[in-house]
C-alpha cells in the first residue's frame, strides 16, 4: 500500500509542477500557487490515507 501512496503521490508532484510551469509559461501568475497548494495539501492527504489504513502484519522471522 505504501509504495502505491508514493507513486500516487510522485505522480501528482508530476502533474502539478507540469501544470505549474504551463500556466507560467502562458503569462498567467498562478503557476507557483499550484505547485504550492499540492505541496501543501497532498503530504496531509497521504497521512491521512497512512493513518487510517489497515495495519500490516510484519513476518515473523
Do not use: K
Amino acid at each position: 500500500m505504501l509504495r502505491q501512496l508514493m507513486i500516487a503521490y510522485d505522480a501528482g508532484w508530476a502533474v502539478a509542477a507540469a501544470v505549474g510551469l504551463l500556466v507560467a509559461w502562458q503569462g498567467g501568475a498562478a503557476g507557483g500557487e499550484v505547485w504550492m497548494g499540492y505541496q501543501a495539501v497532498a503530504p496531509i492527504a497521504m497521512a491521512a490515507r497512512l493513518v487510517a489504513a489497515r495495519p500490516v502484519r510484519a513476518a515473523s522471522g
